[in-house]
């Protein structure tokens, strides 16, 4: 499954923009720890019509000033063309070579349609037709079908379309089934997509907190992993052992099911992480 051009595995992780300058120190320490084991990049979320804009420009530009390979997310719904054209423009004055581009969420208040691109494919044809190959842009992909999608072969469609329009690859929701995953990927392939398709992983630490994303984002809590971690109730040390196994066999699967690399989506904490790349043999995890 790894893409021919590329058969080793690569690794990344995920943060996002804290609220507030503590977090943003946290978040400098976390990047140093996670920094060490030489990640291919750090992508960086971004919240639609300014709700977190500027804290994502400050967490790239942590990043930049250190000479981390950065993608920051970049969303199109609550943008015009105009601001979309100065982002791309101030992050290729930064040398960043990397986009992840989303239709991204809908701020409150703002209706029903908002922006002048709405789909992620549009903005993909975008970024291409103003910056030709200067980024190599990722998408999001859903094995679990996203939650606003009419069924799978739907959203595939919808997943084709970005790729027609120019992305380089695609990175996945979070899931904790792998055969979701490799079904979505021979899936794709049938269709004559063949840009590598890396699977996100999120670390459990927090049952409530996963509880509440994955409602929210269609994320699918395999039903034995559920009853676990509630009959753990506020026995946080138990959760997070758990957690720690279900993902890291988790990895073993897709790494040995040719997956061609594992996103991490950190929650900013570097520990949990590191402690799945150690437990991998993952390339700098030190004994």
């Avoid at 920094?35 to 977190?52: E, I």
């Avoid at 942590?62 to 063309?81: F, K, N, V």
């Amino acid at each position: 499954m790894n893409d021919k051009a590329n058969p080793r595995p690569t690794y990344s992780f995920e943060l996002f923009p804290p609220k507030t300058p503590e977090g943003m120190g946290k978040l400098a320490d976390n990047v140093q720890r996670l920094n060490a084991v030489a990640p291919l990049y750090f992508s960086v979320t971004y919240g639609a019509g300014g709700s977190t804009r500027e804290g994502t420009f400050e967490t790239v530009s942590l990043l930049c000033d250190r000479g981390i390979e950065t993608a920051p997310h970049l969303s199109c719904i609550g943008s015009t063309r105009a601001e979309i054209r100065d982002i791309l423009h101030h992050y290729r004055a930064r040398n960043i070579r990397r986009i992840v581009a989303l239709r991204g969420d809908l701020p409150s208040g703002m209706g029903t349609t908002a922006g002048e691109l709405a789909y992620a494919n549009e903005l993909v044809a975008f970024i291409r037709a103003e910056t030709g190959t200067a980024f190599h842009v990722e998408v999001a992909a859903y094995p679990e079908v996203h939650p606003q999608a009419p069924g799978m072969q739907q959203d595939i469609e919808y997943f084709r379309q970005k790729v027609v329009a120019g992305a380089d690859a695609a990175i996945t929701q979070y899931f904790y089934n792998a055969d979701a995953y490799f079904a979505f990927v021979d899936a794709c392939r049938r269709l004559g997509i063949d840009i590598p398709i890396v699977p996100g992983v999120m670390p459990i630490t927090n049952y409530s907190r996963l509880a509440r994303f994955s409602a929210a984002c269609g994320a699918e809590i395999p039903r034995w992993i559920r009853m676990r971690l509630e009959d753990y109730g506020d026995d946080l040390e138990s959760i997070r052992e758990f957690g720690h196994q279900v993902v890291l066999n988790l990895c073993r699967r897709l790494i040995e099911g040719g997956a061609p690399g594992i996103h991490f989506y950190t929650m900013n904490q570097a520990a949990p992480t590191l402690r799945l790349w150690r437990d991998l043999g993952l390339p700098g995890a030190g004994p």
